[in-house]
């Protein structure tokens, strides 16, 4: 008889693929998110490519914004939150555990994922601003949730794709509520736990009743605190992390051309991992790159657009462009400092005393270990894993709680927080293994019906984005810096 873990596993390989069935070979997908990400990046004519240093400016200069602005956070204040909701554990211990099974061809396929969740991000948080709505607090509520539905009814009319549309929508309401729990929560707490003991001995319920109490303070203080918190504590943290992991790659540059010469082989050759320990096949390669890059960046997941909705901004499009250069500061620059590091000091290939694979944050913090002097790398990922986890809990408490207020309205919020810290403490404590295969699971939950559509309103997009890029002033944007 199957335990609880093997029917998870199971779940999980049918969702991401892994079963010897041919037609879900890929599983449900990865083809579905590369194929959306690939589809909107052709209609929208390579969105993240042509508006990528327009979009910097826009997200990384202060400014102050004229004209009729709605909104409950201003677009910097929404940027972090979204980096404080993916800029966490997927960026350490998600590269070490992609790179660990899959190989280091796993971090070619999340740069990919990464690149063409960029558009998926973008639409995301346009139909996120478009068709945000105000709760009966008076904040901003948007994200599928709203948009799937608002959008279908828009675009068709009243009838079955109405009807359809609202299925998706409280579908995906149900699904972000409880996912929650996992990539956002006991995915966090559980990795923060096991790298402070590895690190310090330090008892994993020790750490989980400090990492649910310090979060309390700020998660039921609303998203005005929850932004204030991450615009000053995520860039900070970012770039601690990002300094430490050059360092490394200066002292190993001799050995960095034949690091991404492998990133590039075993992306399309299936080379295992820890020499052999694990067999990592193209299939698995792709799966692991885009599972975890998914993990990491949430492109497709439909986070983007719940952030983007509490944006203060004038226009959609504004905020589409602030929010992508997320999945790109996330994929595209922690992702890759994490992965480079782990490929040119080479400990993927390595076991530890006992002849397991290093894996997850453990590897990654031997990675660091080797390439800086004494201990400092260990250290380095320890607290890089504590603060961005901690970052991640925060991000992900909003976002449950606007599918929780969309489902049972305003009523259901402070108790949904208050499950969530406490959850954060049993995270902590419990297996990482089957939290990750849930995690996993429901993060395919997430973004079947957000990806069905953004597929469907892939046209309300691009025609929304054009008509504002054709006006003359549209560089200028009518801001003025402060």
């Not at 909104?71 to 929404?78: E, K, L, M, T, V």
């Not at 554990?89 to 099974?101: F, L, T």
């Not at 003991?197 to 700020?218: C, D, S």
């Not at 406490?422 to 995270?427: C, D, E, R, Y």
Request: charged share 15%.
């Amino acid at each position: 008889m199957d335990t609880f873990e093997d029917i998870i596993g199971d779940i999980g390989s049918f969702v991401w693929g892994g079963l010897n069935i041919p037609i879900v070979e890929f599983g449900l997908l990865v083809p579905l998110l590369l194929g959306t990400g690939l589809f909107l990046t052709i209609l929208l004519r390579g969105v993240q490519f042509t508006k990528l240093f327009h979009a910097l400016w826009l997200a990384l200069i202060k400014r102050k914004e004229t004209g009729d602005v709605k909104g409950d956070i201003s677009h910097y204040q929404a940027l972090t939150v979204a980096l404080a909701a993916t800029v966490g554990v997927g960026n350490i211990a998600g590269v070490g555990s992609a790179i660990a099974i899959g190989g280091a061809g796993a971090l070619f396929w999340m740069w990919v994922t990464g690149l063409l969740g960029m558009a998926t991000k973008y639409a995301e948080a346009f139909l996120g601003v478009k068709y945000r709505r105000v709760d009966a607090a008076g904040e901003q509520s948007g994200g599928p949730m709203f948009y799937i539905s608002e959008g279908l009814r828009e675009k068709y009319g009243e009838g079955r794709m109405a009807t359809f549309g609202k299925v998706l929508a409280i579908l995906f309401a149900v699904f972000g509520a409880v996912a929650a729990f996992g990539i956002g929560n006991g995915v966090q707490s559980g990795q923060v736990a096991s790298a402070l003991n590895n690190e310090w001995n330090i008892p994993t319920w020790a750490t989980g009743l400090v990492l649910m109490f310090v979060a309390a303070v700020v998660i039921l203080g609303g998203i005005k605190a929850i932004g204030k918190f991450t615009a000053a504590f995520v860039p900070f943290m970012a770039i601690f992390y990002v300094l430490g992991a050059t360092v490394i790659l200066v002292l190993n540059v001799g050995d960095l051309p034949d690091a991404i010469a492998t990133i590039f082989e075993g992306a399309f050759t299936g080379e295992a991992a820890a020499g052999g320990f694990v067999g990592a096949g193209i299939l698995l390669v792709l799966r692991q790159g885009v599972a975890r890059g998914i993990f990491s960046n949430e492109s497709g997941l439909g986070t983007g657009g719940i952030a983007a909705a509490a944006a203060k901004t004038t226009h959609e499009v504004r905020q589409s462009l602030v929010s992508m250069t997320q999945t790109f500061l996330d994929t595209l620059v922690v992702v890759s400092f994490t992965g480079l590091v782990i490929v040119t000091t080479g400990m993927y290939t390595e076991v530890d005393a006992a002849g397991d694979q290093l894996r997850d944050a453990v590897l990654t913090a031997e990675a660091f270990r080797e390439g800086l002097p004494g201990d400092w790398g260990g250290t380095l990922v320890t607290l890089g894993v504590a603060f961005f986890a901690f970052s991640t809990l925060l991000g992900w408490a909003y976002y449950g709680e606007r599918c929780m207020d969309r489902l049972f309205g305003r009523a259901a919020v402070l108790p949904y927080r208050l499950v969530f810290c406490g959850f954060i403490f049993v995270g902590a404590v419990a297996s990482l293994d089957l939290i990750w295969d849930i995690a996993d699971i429901l993060n395919g939950l997430m973004a079947l019906p957000n990806l069905v559509g953004l597929i469907l309103l892939a046209f309300t997009v691009r025609k929304g984005s054009f008509d504002f890029f054709s006006r003359p002033e549209w560089k200028m944007y009518t801001v003025k810096p402060e």
